[in-house]
């Protein structure tokens, strides 16, 4: 390749990962219903509210009960290594 090629690939990366990071920013601080969450998560809607009464997945008032995603996500997370510790 010559550089000019490679400038050209790396001006199209570039480009790319500032769609990603603003995509990233935008569903970072999206808001779930509680349905949204028990279907994300494969639960009953039962089950969150259950998780939300004994303090293990926060929630915000917008309206109705809403999920921040971030908040979602440390739930997966904390799960996901939960999982690795037991196995």
């Known amino acids: 390749m010559t550089n000019k090629e490679l400038e050209q690939q790396l001006f199209l990366l570039t480009k ?3 769609e990603l990071e603003t995509e990233k920013a935008s569903l970072l601080g999206k808001l779930y219903k509680i349905s949204d969450v028990a279907e994300l998560l494969g639960v009953s809607q039962r089950t969150v509210y259950h998780m939300i009464e004994r303090g293990e997945l926060p929630t915000v008032k917008f309206g109705t009960t809403r999920v921040r995603a971030t908040d ?3 739930l997966i997370g ?3 290594e ?3 510790q037991t196995v």
């Open 82 to 84: 939960y999982h690795e």
């Open 72 to 74: 979602l996500l440390k």
């Open 78 to 80: 904390n799960n996901e």
């Open 16 to 18: 790319r990962v500032e």
